[in-house]
């Protein structure tokens, strides 16, 4: 089965902490996106990487940290500079940048 | 500023009517156009995608283009109360280091029983 995989569904963190959302995929896709959605808005870019150990800052990158050390995998970390880290995460991946986008199943996260 | 608007609605319609959303974009350089379907709590799903002007169905869905407006909708025939959800529009716009993929807010449809 190919798809995305996102843990955990839901996380709850204490304010100050950082904390790491892992996504996988087994798409054998190049591109790898992060997205964040608040309620009632648009999904806004946080980091995107077109290839393996390469990435690149979306619109809303401050607070956020990401690596792409294997194909597979593109963990976001949310960091205790974000000042309003509660959002529901999303992944994504394409085959090539800038090609129709396949979501995982979101992280949910509330900071408090 | 690099935009893609939709009508937030929500659009209600009966059982077995067409539903049509709408969305229109700020880059005229636009190449790819993408709709997809998000239903409460969930992740975007992905319906259609159209490059080209004109119409393109998939089954009770068609994606119609016209570059020349700047807009792209989709239409749901004999629309299903499970069609009910929130609709995104994301559009691929030229920027610093090639495309980025830029969604709309959504549009909520509504399907009454």
Same mark, same amino acid.
């Given at each position: 089965?190919?798809?995305?995989?996102? *843990?955990?569904?839901?996380?709850?963190?204490?304010?100050?902490?950082?904390?790491?959302?892992?996504?996988?995929?087994?798409?054998?896709? !190049?591109?790898?996106?992060?997205?964040?959605? !608040?309620?009632?808005?648009?999904?806004?870019?946080?980091?995107?990487?077109?290839?393996?150990? !390469?990435?690149?800052?979306?619109?809303?990158?401050?607070?956020?940290?990401? /690596?792409?050390?294997?194909?597979? /995998?593109?963990?976001?970390?949310?960091? /205790?500079?974000?000042?309003?880290?509660?959002?529901?995460?999303?992944?994504? *991946? /394409?085959?090539?940048?800038?090609?129709?986008?396949?979501?995982?199943?979101?992280?949910?996260?509330?900071?408090? | 500023?690099?935009?893609?608007?939709?009508?937030?609605?929500?659009?209600?319609?009966?059982? #077995?009517?067409?539903?049509?959303?709408?969305?229109?974009?700020?880059?005229?350089?636009?190449?790819?156009?993408?709709?997809?379907?998000?239903?409460?709590?969930?992740?975007?799903?992905?319906?259609?995608?159209?490059?080209?002007?004109?119409?393109?169905?998939?089954?009770?869905?068609?994606?119609?283009?016209?570059?020349?407006?700047?807009?792209?909708?989709?239409?749901?025939?004999?629309?299903?109360?499970?069609?009910?959800?929130?609709?995104?529009?994301?559009?691929?716009?030229?920027?610093? #280091?090639?495309?980025?993929?830029?969604?709309?807010?959504?549009?909520?449809?509504?399907?009454?029983?």
């Amino acid at each position: 089965d190919g798809g995305i995989t996102q *843990s955990p569904k839901y996380l709850f963190r204490k304010e100050g902490q950082n904390v790491t959302l892992s996504c996988e995929q087994n798409l054998n896709h !190049d591109a790898m996106y992060w997205y964040r959605q !608040d309620p009632g808005q648009g999904l806004r870019l946080i980091y995107y990487s077109q290839i393996v150990n !390469d990435f690149q800052k979306g619109d809303i990158a401050e607070g956020y940290s990401v /690596s792409r050390e294997k194909k597979e /995998s593109f963990p976001l970390t949310v960091t /205790s500079a974000q000042k309003n880290p509660t959002a529901f995460y999303l992944c994504a *991946s /394409s085959n090539g940048f800038g090609y129709e986008q396949y979501f995982g199943p979101g992280t949910r996260l509330t900071v408090t | 500023q690099k935009e893609v608007e939709q009508n937030s609605g929500p659009l209600s319609v009966p059982e #077995g009517a067409i539903a049509s959303l709408n969305c229109t974009y700020s880059d005229r350089g636009s190449q790819s156009f993408f709709w997809y379907r998000q239903y409460s709590g969930k992740s975007p799903e992905l319906i259609m995608f159209i490059y080209s002007n004109g119409d393109k169905e998939d089954g009770r869905f068609t994606a119609q283009l016209n570059k020349a407006s700047q807009y792209v909708s989709l239409l749901i025939r004999d629309s299903q109360p499970s069609d009910s959800a929130t609709y995104l529009c994301a559009v691929n716009m030229s920027g610093t #280091g090639g495309f980025k993929t830029i969604f709309g807010a959504g549009t909520r449809l509504f399907v009454k029983a």
